[in-house]
Antibody, heavy 121, light 113 residues
Framework: QVRLVQSGAEVKKPGASVRVACKAS????????IHWVRQAPGQGLEWMGW????????KCAQQFQDRVTMTTDRSSNTAYMEVKKLRSDDTAVYFC??????????????WGQGTLVTVSS | DVVLTQSPVSLPVTPGEPASMSCRSS????????????LDWYLQKPGQSPQLLIH???HRASGVPDRFSGSGSGTDFTLKISRVETEDVGTYFC?????????FGQGTRVEIK
């Protein structure tokens, strides 16, 4: 079955970086995009960007372009998202989710369990 | 960015009764090239990840009960639950993916009366 398993919770100081891992299984990794979405405590969902697992192309929302890097390791079917220069308002649960490459086939369908990143001095 | 406005913010429901909620977009979500409307619906149960219910306006995701249905056109969209069950409690989000960046509505919280 399709599974996306994310790395564990992190506590970081302001200005530090964090990398969240998302290990995929149960499907052909290169056939799907990986989206990243975050949710601040008690808040709604905020889309961050996507990674094309086939071409390596990425697209990131403007507010994250300077600080967020999305990559994958095809040998282990793992996607990574790194956020640099962390601020207190980056405290959130970060989700990865897969989505079909063909938009008409659907949006993000399987999601990871989420990774809580806490930024605190 | 495309703004999605969901209403109501909170929706008390009675098990066995129908329920519906709205998602309005600041611009059309219809792709004139392929005729598809790129609006999805998600349910996030307390403490869980979002789960896809409806994609591309009206297509139920795999395993989603047929009591859930999506409809609408252009900028106005509706998610309907024909007969609410207690397991349907949670926050419902709409998401658009026709325009960059993808955006979500702020959510409708469904709770049992």
């Amino acid at each position: 079955q399709v599974r996306l398993v994310q790395s564990g919770a992190e506590v970081k100081k302001p200005g530090a970086s964090v990398r969240v891992a998302c290990k995929a299984s149960g499907y052909i990794f290169n056939d799907y995009y990986i989206h990243w979405v975050r949710q601040a405590p008690g808040q709604g969902l905020e889309w961050m960007g996507w990674f094309n697992s086939d071409t390596g192309g990425t697209k990131c929302a403007q507010q994250f372009q300077d600080r967020v890097t999305m990559t994958t390791d095809r040998s282990s079917n793992t996607a990574y998202m790194e956020v640099k220069k962390l601020r207190s308002d980056d405290t959130a649960v970060y989700f990865c989710a897969r989505a079909p490459r063909l938009a008409a086939s659907g949006g993000p369908d399987y999601w990871g369990q989420g990774t809580l990143v806490t930024v605190s001095s | 960015d495309v703004v999605l406005t969901q209403s109501p913010v909170s929706l008390p429901v009675t098990p066995g009764e129908p329920a519906s909620m709205s998602c309005r977009s600041s611009q059309s979500l219809l792709d004139s090239d392929d005729g598809n409307t790129y609006l999805d619906w998600y349910l996030q149960k307390p403490g869980q990840s979002p789960q896809l219910l409806i994609h591309t306006l009206s297509h139920r995701a795999s395993g989603v009960p047929d009591r859930f249905s999506g409809s609408g056109s252009g900028t106005d969209f509706t998610l309907k639950i024909s007969r609410v069950e207690t397991e349907d409690v949670g926050t419902y989000f709409c998401m658009q993916r026709i325009a960059f960046p993808c955006t979500f509505g702020q959510g409708t919280r469904v709770e049992i009366k």
